[in-house]
């Protein structure tokens, strides 16, 4: 008999196996013992406590323990401590579910442990997760790397570099420099949860998500990485080229170029020097339009003043060279004016603003104020020099009606129509044109009262001075007089159409949501605070971590560093917000 066949029948005999080489040691302990079911066997006098064994032509070297398979070129099988190390083409596999592959392997069948090396890969249905190392605890059916991971999906590539795998949930939980990468968008975040199932990811920290058409930036949101959608609800922000949306919470599509928001909305216009301010907002990017309501304003911010307009819906079109904002439902408008002067303001059930024309159409129902003059008609249009961002010119169309208080009754002027002129945002010069009607205190210099002038004309012009009429012009007066006060009727003392609503003037920017009650706000839920799993690596001193002598890994390796970045969360869901 030959040495070789010798020793290989000496060796079959010593361990109590069959000739096909398939061995299995079992003793008297609860621990399954590994099996190796196939791949050619030797022992090596400078490995006593190993049995190697190699690929021969049937295959690989195949081993099992407890549902995991393990396939690779070569393996030294401490039996004593069921205990694997694996050399080339490693691949170990749990079920359909997880399959490891690398250069390198070792598995723990006492402690159902498992550690890979060297061009590592894991797959799962729907994922694959490449790395240096991996570490993979079937007890907890878990998988964790710390050395920079790549996991790729049918839609995106997630890179971080501490990752762990939850096999059960199938959900991936990355922590330090998180970025997902698209063909069309690039997502960033410092701690993030993928479920690879489904394709969502959950944000957690500072994160964004870059594209060629817009930005979002949030603190805690979820994106499917799939169907390209998201909910963002931790000062969330979405940046849409000239255009930026602020929400308590934003819901974002991509592929439609859509954002809607909920709650302490603002939207900037970064070219026209505007904010618009609500509490729910649909941004369309393509269709440049913004729509927006509860308690809604858009404030046009101007050099020297600022323009704001209210409405129960705003709703704002067009590129920002011919921006159009179309106020609906009790539209409301104020212009503070500069110090020392009075404001500006009216009301109207719909308002229309073309900021590249410079008008402002109110339409039905309208009534403004400038000043100490309370003007009403059938539409009032105010228009602004384009320039200087001032008022420029008053007009109001149809039952033109000008009213200004005296401390004895009220000045008035009627008429078929009004073209008024501002200097430095104040009217100086009003023109009230056909069939025009006026009762105007006159008074002296001393601003004693001369007398009550009642006349009739076809077209009236009037001066002011701070506001107030200092002068009246007739054109084709018809005859009329100045009254004694005591020879003018107090029933003949009023115009016909008159109406004075003065208590309705809005005095400061407050006033524009005068009488209106406040919005009942959502609570915003719906993105839960990210669950601690606790630590991958139980918290033990070294002299109780348990490796096998034969083990590349040394205690340090199997512990917690200091200096890996920890899971965050916070202990109070800031995200809800009181009953308003």
């Given at each position: 008999?030959?040495?070789?066949?010798?020793?290989?029948?000496?060796?079959?005999?010593?361990?109590?196996?069959?000739?096909?080489?398939?061995?299995?040691?079992?003793?008297?302990?609860?621990?399954?013992?590994?099996?190796?079911?196939?791949?050619?066997?030797?022992?090596?006098?400078?490995?006593?406590?190993?049995?190697i064994?190699?690929?021969?032509?049937?295959?690989?070297?195949?081993?099992?323990?407890?549902?995991?398979?393990?396939?690779?070129?070569?393996?030294?099988?401490?039996?004593?401590?069921?205990?694997?190390?694996?050399?080339?083409?490693?691949?170990?596999?749990?079920?359909?579910?997880?399959?490891?592959?690398?250069?390198?392997?070792?598995?723990?069948?006492?402690?159902?442990?498992?550690?890979?090396?060297?061009n590592?890969?894991?797959?799962?249905?729907?994922?694959?997760?490449?790395?240096?190392?991996?570490?993979?605890?079937?007890?907890?059916?878990?998988?964790y790397?710390?050395?920079?991971?790549?996991?790729?999906?049918?839609?995106?590539?997630?890179?971080?570099?501490?990752?762990?795998?939850?096999?059960?949930?199938?959900?991936?939980?990355?922590?330090?420099?998180?970025?997902?990468?698209?063909?069309k968008?690039?997502?960033?975040?410092?701690?993030?949860?993928?479920?690879?199932?489904?394709?969502g990811?959950?944000?957690?920290?500072?994160?964004?998500i870059?594209?060629?058409?817009?930005?979002?930036?949030?603190?805690?949101?979820?994106?499917?990485?799939?169907?390209?959608?998201?909910?963002?609800?931790?000062?969330?922000?979405?940046?849409?080229?000239?255009?930026?949306?602020?929400?308590?919470?934003?819901?974002?599509?991509?592929?439609?170029?859509?954002?809607?928001?909920?709650?302490?909305?603002?939207?900037?216009?970064?070219?026209?020097?505007?904010?618009?301010?609500?509490?729910?907002a649909?941004?369309?990017r393509?269709?440049?339009?913004?729509?927006?309501?509860?308690?809604?304003?858009?404030?046009?911010?101007?050099?020297?003043?600022?323009?704001?307009?209210h409405?129960?819906?705003?709703?704002?079109?067009?590129?920002?060279?011919?921006?159009?904002?179309?106020?609906?439902?009790?539209?409301?408008?104020?212009?503070?004016?500069?110090?020392?002067?009075?404001?500006?303001?009216?009301?109207?059930?719909?308002?229309?603003?073309?900021?590249?024309?410079?008008?402002?159409?109110?339409l039905?129902?309208?009534i403004?104020?400038?000043?100490?003059?309370?003007?009403?008609?059938?539409?009032?249009?105010?228009?602004?020099?384009?320039?200087?961002?001032?008022?420029?010119?008053?007009?109001?169309?149809?039952?033109?009606?000008?009213?200004?208080?005296?401390?004895?009754?009220?000045?008035?002027?009627?008429?078929?129509?009004?073209?008024?002129?501002?200097?430095?945002?104040?009217?100086?010069?009003?023109?009230?044109?056909?069939?025009?009607?006026?009762?105007?205190?006159?008074?002296?210099?001393k601003?004693?009262?001369?007398?009550?002038?009642?006349?009739?004309?076809?077209?009236?012009?009037?001066?002011?001075?701070?506001?107030?009429?200092?002068?009246?012009?007739?054109?084709?007066?018809?005859?009329?007089?100045?009254?004694?006060?005591?020879?003018?009727?107090?029933?003949?003392?009023?115009?016909?159409?008159?109406?004075?609503?003065?208590?309705?003037?809005?005095?400061?920017?407050?006033?524009?949501?005068?009488?209106?009650?406040?919005?009942?706000?959502?609570?915003?839920?719906?993105?839960?605070?990210?669950?601690?799993?606790?630590?991958?690596?139980?918290?033990?001193?070294?002299?109780?971590?348990?490796?096998?002598?034969y083990?590349?890994?040394?205690p340090?390796?199997?512990?917690?560093?200091?200096?890996?970045p920890?899971?965050?969360?916070?202990p109070?869901?800031?995200?809800?917000?009181?009953?308003?």
């Open positions: 008999m030959k040495i070789s066949k010798f020793i290989v029948l000496l060796i079959c005999l010593v361990l109590g196996e069959t000739s096909h080489a398939q061995v299995k040691i079992i003793d008297s302990t609860k621990t399954t013992k590994v099996s190796v079911q196939s791949g050619y066997f030797e022992k090596k006098p400078e490995f006593p406590d190993a049995v064994y190699t690929r021969d032509e049937a295959g690989q070297v195949y081993i099992v323990h407890e549902g995991v398979e393990m396939w690779c070129d070569q393996a030294f099988v401490y039996f004593k401590d069921n205990f694997v190390k694996a050399y080339g083409n490693v691949r170990i596999s749990q079920g359909d579910t997880v399959s490891m592959q690398s250069n390198y392997g070792e598995y723990n069948g006492n402690t159902s442990f498992a550690f890979a090396a060297g590592v890969l894991l797959t799962e249905p729907k994922t694959t997760l490449q790395t240096d190392t991996l570490y993979f605890d079937r007890i907890k059916q878990q998988a790397y710390r050395s920079g991971g790549t996991v790729r999906d049918t839609a995106s590539t997630l890179t971080s570099r501490i990752g762990r795998y939850f096999a059960e949930s199938k959900k991936y939980q990355f922590l330090s420099n998180v970025v997902i990468k698209n063909p968008y690039t997502v960033y975040s410092p701690q993030l949860d993928f479920y690879s199932e489904s394709g990811a959950y944000l957690y920290g500072e994160s964004k870059e594209s060629e058409t817009s930005t979002v930036y949030c603190e805690r949101g979820f994106y499917n990485t799939r169907s390209n959608t998201g909910y963002f609800v931790k000062n969330s922000r979405v940046d849409y080229n000239n255009r930026i949306l602020y929400g308590d919470s934003i819901y974002f599509d991509r592929a439609k170029g859509f954002a809607s928001a909920t709650n302490n909305i603002k939207v900037l216009d970064t070219l026209n020097k505007s904010i618009i301010r609500g509490h729910y649909e941004v369309f393509d269709q440049d339009s913004v729509f927006i309501t509860k308690r809604a304003v858009a404030v046009s911010l101007q050099e020297n003043d600022s323009v704001y307009v409405a129960d819906t705003l709703r704002v079109t067009g590129k920002p060279e011919n921006r159009i904002i179309k106020g609906f439902y009790q539209a409301r408008m104020f212009k503070q004016g500069l110090d020392g002067e009075q404001p500006t303001s009216g009301k109207c059930d719909s308002i229309y603003v073309n900021e590249k024309l410079g008008i402002t159409k109110m039905r129902n309208p403004l104020w400038s000043g100490e003059n309370q003007m009403t008609g059938d539409t009032i249009h105010l228009l602004n020099n384009t320039v200087t961002d001032q008022l420029d010119t008053l007009k109001v169309f149809n039952n033109a009606f000008l009213v200004q208080k005296d401390s004895l009754g009220y000045n008035q002027v009627k008429g078929e129509r009004l073209i008024g002129l501002f200097t430095n945002n104040q009217l100086d010069t009003v023109n009230i044109i056909k069939n025009t009607q006026v009762i105007y205190y006159s008074r002296n210099d601003n004693e009262l001369v007398g009550i002038n009642n006349t009739v004309s076809s077209s009236i012009q009037l001066y002011l001075e701070n506001q107030k009429i200092i002068g009246i012009r007739f054109l084709k007066k018809v005859p009329g007089k100045v009254y004694p006060p005591s020879q003018f009727p107090e029933n003949t003392r009023l115009l016909p159409g008159f109406i004075w609503r003065g208590d309705e003037r809005l005095m400061s920017k407050q006033d524009l949501f005068k009488g209106k009650p406040a919005p009942v706000l959502p609570k915003i839920r719906g993105i839960p605070l990210p669950k601690d799993e606790g630590s991958f690596f139980e918290e033990v001193r070294d002299e109780d971590i348990k490796i096998p002598e083990s590349k890994l040394k340090k390796d199997l512990q917690n560093r200091e200096d890996d920890k899971f965050q969360t916070e109070v869901d800031s995200t809800e917000i009181k009953d308003q």
